[in-house]
């Protein structure tokens, strides 16, 4: 490890033994999903995950895109306005776990003192749906909720993407598909990003050097890559880390933590947006492990990397108010 976990992390962990990812099954990978869901409205998790905002309403609506429906939660200050900056959200899971609402510490913090609309998507998982089914989601829901801004009370012009984990991937993915159509975003966050789905993950020295990480394990992220992503697709094209051109893509804020599985995933990206000419701020946050930001309770370094966010978002804002002021 590069790193010693924090005391109520391991302690957590201890606690909540994850499954046998190197042989988990489809059908059981949901029936562990239902699990965590069902988890969620205890005491215990609202102790490890964070409690919400009070300055922030939190609502869920359905979006309506061809063929299906996605839920989308919605964060918005409770002091109400109109031309709020629209962040689209995105969670983590690795495409086969997660909801919306395990990023309530986080999204209703930014909601209420940025101030800002925020739209978490509830995209399709696997097994039930392969990649690239979130990545459609992804696109989709983001031309909905910009097209659809003013029902939030949400400039357009404002937009700004942010996920963790696999939610990063959409994140930095929805900004390079925003670029090649000439509709760029304002800004991107990624949080204990994966931007590499190809088997070269497995060759970064943070995969072994992290191999004792309790979240994002050697034994998950090869489930993760098996039950997600069908033998015939090619993980390239979903992979940020190997996309071609990355000229014209928002300013980023990245955030690493030391001891994950993924953290040199996060330099690697960083340093080719700056070789794209892309504005970057990476900040490396050594005694946080993978989806440290879900779990406010457990982890200390959430604290400072929701401030970094807030002032990060709040900076490249104010900055293009101020622009167009002028």
Known sequence: MRGKVPLRM??????????DWDSITPAQVIEYREALHRKRSSALVGLVTGRPDRGARITTHALELPGRRLDVRVYQPEQGGSGLP????????G???????????????????????????????APEHPVPAAVDDAYEATDRLVAEAARWGADPARTVVLGSSAGATL????????????????????????????D????????TENADAPTATPANCRAVK????????DPRTISPLRHDNLAGLPPALIQSAGLDT?????????????QAGVDVTLTRYPRATHAFLSMSGVVPAAHPARAEILTFLRSQLLEHSDAAAR
């Open 171 to 198: 994140a930095a993915l929805t900004s390079i598909r925003a670029a090649e159509l000439g509709t760029p975003l304002h800004a991107q966050v990624l949080i204990n990003p994966q931007l590499d789905w190809t």
């Open 200 to 207: 070269s993950v497995f060759q970064f020295p943070s995969f």
């Open 226 to 233: 098996r039950i997600a992503i069908p033998a015939s697709f």
């Open 10 to 19: 391991r302690i957590l962990a201890a606690l909540s033994p994850a499954p």
């Open 95 to 125: 495409f086969i776990t997660g909801t919306p609402d395990q990023d309530d510490w986080l999204l209703s913090h930014v909601a209420a003192n940025c101030p800002a609309v925020v739209a978490s998507v509830d995209y399709r998982l």
């Open 86 to 93: 629209l962040i689209i959200a995105f969670h983590g899971g």
């Open 262 to 274: 993924l953290e040199d995933q996060a330099p690697a990206f960083a340093e080719r947006l700056r």
